[in-house]
């Protein structure tokens, strides 16, 4: 199935703790994204990436690491988690920017 | 700096119709589209307005003054399963969300 995968789906973790969210696509999109969806249910970009090349970063706080190690896949690193970090976050890709979007089923992150 | 607002939520019954606005204020337009989001699933694409105008796809219309920064999805023959968020996006060089609006589809 072509898709934009991303695991694990549920993660629940102490505050303080390090981890990380996989996604990965084969769509051959050039453009991968992570979104964080709130309680509130708005959805905000945190950070782009172009045949991994970083393209925005949205004034993310940098215990939030993105790596991209090749066009297919682009991965998210957060450390000393805290509770406000507790939220739902989506991957996406695109063949070209804003175009076209396809998004992961999301991650459900809470942290106790 | 950008400014995307919608109504927050509605309720409606099968059948009927449903309007959902949305107002922006962004520094550059690359579009604008309508997501239609589940509750514990994705968004998904519903539609997408470049220029000034009504584009109609099946049950789902989306309309664009871009004079006017304004936007609206137009939802006919509502069913149970239109039971949905829907979000409205500016294309910025990366899709800028509002905060959706719940359409709740009653019996």
């Known amino acids: 199935d072509t898709a934009v995968s991303q695991t694990p789906k549920y993660l629940v973790t102490q505050m303080g703790n390090d981890k990380s969210i996989k996604c990965e696509q084969n769509?051959?999109?050039?453009?991968m994204y992570w979104y964080k969806q709130d309680s509130k249910k708005f959805l905000k970009i945190m950070f782009s990436y172009n045949n991994k090349e970083l393209i925005i970063n949205e004034t993310v706080p940098n215990r939030f690491s993105p790596k991209s190690p090749d066009k297919a896949h682009l991965n998210l690193h957060i450390n000393s988690l805290e509770l406000g970090d507790s939220a739902v976050y989506f991957c996406?890709?695109?063949?070209?920017?804003?175009?076209?979007?396809?998004f992961g089923s999301g991650t459900r992150l809470t942290v106790v | 700096g950008q400014n995307i607002d919608q109504p927050t939520e509605m309720t409606a019954t099968e059948g009927a119709i449903v309007q959902i606005n949305c107002t922006y204020q962004t520094s550059g337009f690359n579009g604008l589209f309508w997501y239609q989001q589940h509750a514990g699933e994705a968004p998904t694409f519903l539609s997408y307005n470049v220029l000034d105008g009504l584009e109609e796809k099946g049950r789902f219309s989306s309309f664009l003054s871009r004079s006017k920064g304004y936007s609206y999805l137009l939802l006919k023959e509502l069913q149970m399963k239109d039971s949905a968020s829907y979000l409205c996006?500016?294309?910025?060089?990366?899709?800028?969300f509002g905060k959706g609006n719940q359409v709740v589809v009653i019996p």
């Open positions: 996006a500016v294309g910025l060089n990366r899709l800028a």
């Open positions: 996406a890709s695109s063949r070209v920017l804003d175009y076209g979007y396809t």
């Open positions: 769509l051959g999109h050039d453009t």
